[in-house]
């Protein structure tokens, strides 16, 4: 799976939009990113994926750039609730029975 | 739906006691699952991949006879801290494969005293 780079923190005011980025220059082809949070002491959760068009659910939005070497990651209202840690993945999907490895990730930290 | 139980959330246990955690799929089935572990400031770190009816394979530095991993059924895996130690404490996590993604359980919160 290619590596990703992501800065380790990030302040959103309440209201704002968030915008988190995430480099991934060596991705191939045939991989997907994938964005999962983690609120702390709790599980991780999957937010959203995409290979190469821009994606939006009821979560968030996902920008991938045309050269597909980095993606933004968008909560367009941040809430409270959206402090936690923001992990951008990228791998080839469909690849059951292999694990998700997770990077160090983005610390989000939304304040009122 | 796609919903992973993981018990209990918390414990607490001497050391040199066996504490055993359980993930159950709820309403899919799994044939692989996943045992993680966190420690505090620092990112997810795989422990294990759970067959089901099949021995688990450990990362490497992961000791299987001490973090024993039972994959009995479709739904149920099971990662058993034996011997623990405080050293042993940390969040544990673990995963379901849904073959078209992945679900996360909630965690087990260990203290070994």
């Known amino acids: 799976d290619a590596k990703t780079t992501q800065p380790p923190s990030m302040d959103c005011a309440e209201g704002r939009a968030a915008n988190l980025p995430c480099n991934h220059s060596?991705?191939?082809?045939?991989?997907?990113v994938y964005w999962y949070r983690q609120i702390h002491s709790q599980g991780p959760q999957y937010i959203i994926h995409?290979?190469?068009n821009n994606e939006t659910n009821e979560m968030a939005s996902l920008i991938i750039t045309e050269d597909r070497k980095s993606s933004t990651l968008i909560l367009p209202h941040a809430t409270l609730r959206d402090t936690a840690v923001y992990y951008c993945?990228?791998?080839?999907?469909?690849?059951?029975?292999?694990?998700?490895?997770f990077g160090k990730g983005t610390t989000l930290s939304v304040s009122s | 739906g796609a919903v992973v139980s993981q018990h209990p959330s918390w414990v607490i246990c001497k050391s040199g006691t066996s504490v055993k955690i359980e993930c159950r799929s709820l309403?899919?089935?799994?044939?692989?699952m996943f045992w993680y572990r966190q420690f505090p400031k620092q990112s997810l770190m795989l422990m294990a991949t759970?067959?089901?009816?099949?021995?688990?394979?450990?990362e490497q530095g992961v000791e299987k006879d001490k973090f024993l991993i039972n994959h009995a059924s479709l739904t149920l895996s099971t990662l058993t801290v034996t011997s623990a130690h405080p050293e042993d404490s940390s969040f544990y996590i673990c995963?379901?494969?849904?073959?078209?993604?992945?679900?996360f359980g909630s965690g087990t919160r260990l203290t070994v005293v």
């Open positions: 995963s379901a494969d849904r073959g078209n993604g992945y679900t």
């Open positions: 060596t991705i191939s082809g045939n991989e997907y």
């Open positions: 995409g290979l190469k």
């Open positions: 993945i990228v791998r080839v999907a469909g690849q059951a029975g292999t694990a998700l490895i």
């Open positions: 309403d899919f089935q799994a044939t692989t």
């Open positions: 759970s067959n089901e009816g099949s021995k688990a394979t450990y």
